[in-house]
């Protein structure tokens, strides 16, 4: 039947596409990031550290969700005294989602085959066997420390290689590399995995897994010269110039972009340096743009400020075109969203805007051409860690312009995917063996 295909191809592909809303899908960005390796596996348990009951304290179960300080929580949150006009202009964008987001939830309130799979997401275990956990460090590495000591230009990291045989187009006999180590200087350079395989890499005692064919670009901020007022923040993004393609018909098809917003709860949390909108301005997305042509694709809060800004400002100077909004909702193991819909400030849901990007070959008459993308589509997922994102560039290649297989890059990105380039300052980050098993 139609309904054991989706759940068959969900458990293939991680992208459960709900029969009765085109438009809605569920993600299990395990099985969707598992697809860039061979040799090593996302471990589910390290992935979904939140939203699961048994988790211990970290855990948020849906019976402790009317516990009295939410309750308080609610109360003062759910109707701000009197909004004053960004408020109500935020509100009415609530309204309009609010029917589209309710819909997608009892699609998947509805798909009780799906629901048993998602109740037991943290605890799949991986099925080959002898698979087993990696060893874990008992410190984090904090990028953005190293990055900050001036011994950092000089740090490098240890790709391992394994034996690899190169399959040659025309059907030939394939070219067999044999294992080899690589030293590269790991900071503010372009750090690549060009081989079919999922490589080991060592840096500081710590071990990452690098999927097939990605590479990564990690910032080094040298903060102390920026403290001095040596070098500005500006300068630090114009470090992604190194990534701007010398030959003209490269570029990028797809731009995935999370930026650092200024935001009360990163700053309380201090997870991440935070930028101010300006800077963002700055960023050359027409230079990064492939010759036919890219989506571009933004993460925004749901600050109406921000929401402004975006439209009036960043998407013109980036010479971008708005195109569509598709929004993230979040659910716990239990599939309860994991805060009330009409919460003012913990939406239980966050957007990303769609555009396209003409480059700087083109003009932007060029963009009526691309194929048009349906408004209001979303996607439900369990989430990870602390604002990380599920991995949605596979939902988007089908609006992704220009020949294929489609050249993708994430900013700053805090992990890896296959055929992406990351540019960060920590795009290593969930690439730790913390986060892996072994097959
Ligand atoms: N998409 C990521 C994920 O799902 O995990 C989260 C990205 S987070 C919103 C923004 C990232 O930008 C953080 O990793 C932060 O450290 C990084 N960042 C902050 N300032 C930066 C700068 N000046 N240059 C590059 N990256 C920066």
């Given at each position: ?37 061979a040799r090593f596996r996302v471990s589910p348990s390290a992935y979904y550290s939140r939203f699961f009951e048994s988790n211990g304290a970290r855990d948020e ?87 900050s000591v001036w011994q950092a230009p000089l740090y490098e990291i240890t790709l391992s290689f394994p034996p690899y045989r190169e399959p040659t187009e025309g ?208 996607f439900i997922s369990i989430p990870g860690d602390y604002s990380r994102k599920p991995p949605i560039g596979e939902l988007l290649l089908e609006y992704v312009p ?38």
């Amino acid at each position: 039947s139609q309904t054991t295909d989706q759940l068959s191809t969900f458990l293939e592909s991680g992208i459960y596409r709900f029969e009765s809303s085109n438009s809605v899908f569920f993600i299990d960005p395990v099985r969707v990031l598992n697809r860039s390796y061979a040799r090593f596996r996302v471990s589910p348990s390290a992935y979904y550290s939140r939203f699961f009951e048994s988790n211990g304290a970290r855990d948020e179960p849906a019976a402790t969700s009317t516990s009295s300080r939410k309750r308080k929580r609610k109360q003062k949150e759910k109707r701000p005294h009197t909004l004053n006009e960004r408020e109500q202009i935020a509100d009415q964008r609530h309204q309009e989602a609010r029917p589209l987001l309710l819909k997608a939830h009892k699609a998947l309130l509805e798909a009780t085959d799906l629901l048993a799979v998602i109740r037991n997401l943290r605890s799949e275990r991986c099925s080959s066997e002898g698979c087993q956990d990696l060893f874990l460090p008992s410190v984090e590495q904090s990028f953005v420390e190293l990055a900050s000591v001036w011994q950092a230009p000089l740090y490098e990291i240890t790709l391992s290689f394994p034996p690899y045989r190169e399959p040659t187009e025309g059907g030939g006999s394939p070219v067999v590399h044999s294992s080899e180590q690589r030293l590269i200087p790991v900071f503010n350079n372009l750090v690549v995995n060009e081989t079919n395989k999922d490589v080991e890499s060592e840096f500081l005692n710590s071990r990452y897994i690098i999927p097939r064919k990605s590479s990564f670009y990690m910032l080094c901020l040298t903060r102390f010269l920026w403290f001095l007022g040596f070098i500005s923040w500006k300068s630090d993004l114009g470090k992604i110039r190194d990534l701007i393609p010398a030959a003209s018909d490269c570029g990028f098809n797809l731009i995935l972009v999370d930026p650092p917003w200024e935001n009360s709860s990163a700053h309380q949390k201090l997870k991440y340096p935070t930028l101010p909108n300006r800077y963002f301005l700055s960023l050359p997305i027409k230079k990064l743009t492939h010759t036919e042509g890219a989506l571009l694709a933004l993460w925004v809060t749901n600050r109406e400020k921000l929401r402004g800004f975006v439209e009036k400002e960043l998407f013109p100077s980036w010479g971008v075109k708005y195109m569509a909004t598709l929004y993230w909702l979040k659910v716990k193991a239990d599939c309860i969203l994991t805060s009330d819909l009409d919460l003012f400030h913990h939406r239980p849901y966050e957007c990303l805007l769609l555009g396209y990007s003409h480059g700087e070959a083109r003009n932007s008459e060029c963009l009526s051409r691309f194929k048009p993308i349906p408004d209001n589509q979303v996607f439900i997922s369990i989430p990870g860690d602390y604002s990380r994102k599920p991995p949605i560039g596979e939902l988007l290649l089908e609006y992704v312009p220009g020949s294929k297989p489609a050249r993708c890059i994430e900013l700053f990105a805090r992990e890896m995917l296959g055929g992406w380039t990351s540019w960060g300052n920590e795009p290593l980050h969930f690439q730790e063996s913390r986060y892996f098993s072994r097959t």
